[in-house]
């Protein structure tokens, strides 16, 4: 069990990943001189879906670009099994690591099958092959776009477009999936909907997936494994009943909190002050 000097809150251990897994070590990053990301260190394992945990500015989407490629830092390493994913050239690393960020500059002409058919790109020669076809109609298919397939992105709601870019992630067949905060602009049915989809995505084909996310309820329900992160480092890794810490939550997010474990079920709640409610 570590303890973080900031805080001084015992955490839990951090979880180890199965040989082939995604291995985070002593990772930094700054913008200028405002630093952002602190010796970072996370293990993934392979078939595992982790959510990145925190307030607005904790270095969860940072972290989540450095993986994907987006940005580049000086100090530390990333490598899934033997491979260096910083040192990949972005072709390469596109065929490994599938990124969906908040928002994407997607051509809002294309229709749903074009846009998911973009996530083959890394794959494909001249032409889709029938494997490509078939990898593409697999992911419109989890995703419930069947109905929308012809659709054109411009035709969409925000909370379609995201599911887009989502199925268009998994196409690229990853063994890292990257998000970051994909169910913003989801209503609840599509919330649950999606996470059910990456944690079996996850399952299934033995992905690495992390998923930065605000909602810690969703977190602790779809996630084998959460990591809090706090003024860039990582101040708690584990399973939820074991991570989830109520003083630890309250100095991160400045609210008192109180965690329940009910049913197999670890919940997050605020501590309000009655008055604050009549």
Do not use: W
């Not at 596109?94 to 500059?105: G, M, N, R």
């Not at 049915?189 to 996470?195: I, K, M």
Request: proline letters at 5%; glycine letters at 10%; a negative charge.
């Amino acid at each position: 069990m570590s303890v973080v000097q900031e805080l001084a809150v015992p955490v839990a251990a951090p979880t180890q990943a199965a040989p082939g897994g995604l291995q985070i070590h002593d990772v930094e990053f700054a913008y200028g001189r405002h630093q952002v990301l602190r010796g970072v260190n996370l293990a993934v394992a392979d078939g595992t879906l982790c959510a990145l945990l925190g307030p607005n500015g904790s270095g969860k989407s940072t972290l989540t670009k450095i993986l994907a490629g987006v940005l580049r830092t000086k100090k530390g390493s990333v490598r899934l099994g033997d491979v260096d994913l910083l040192a990949m050239r972005p072709r390469e690393r596109a065929k490994v690591v599938a990124y969906v960020p908040q928002s994407s500059e997607v051509p809002f002409e294309l229709t749903v099958r074009e846009a998911v058919t973009l996530g083959r790109t890394p794959h494909m020669g001249l032409r889709p092959t029938a494997e490509d076809v078939a990898v593409v109609e697999d992911a419109i298919q989890r995703l419930g776009l069947d109905g929308l397939a012809e659709r054109r992105l411009s035709d969409l709601s925000g909370g379609q477009a995201q599911r887009v870019l989502i199925a268009r992630a998994l196409a690229q067949r990853p063994r890292v999936l990257l998000l970051d905060e994909p169910t913003s602009a989801l209503d609840l049915r599509y919330q649950v909907e999606t996470l059910q989809i990456v944690r079996q995505v996850a399952r299934e084909e033995g992905v690495a997936a992390l998923i930065a996310i605000h909602d810690l309820n969703h977190a602790a329900t779809f996630c084998q494994q959460v990591v809090l992160l706090d003024g860039g480092r990582i101040v708690a890794d584990g399973a939820a009943p074991e991570a989830y810490d109520a003083d630890l939550l309250g100095q991160v997010y400045g609210l008192p909190v109180e965690v329940r474990h009910e049913g197999g079920q670890t919940q997050v709640r605020p501590v309000l002050d009655e008055g604050a409610l009549a």
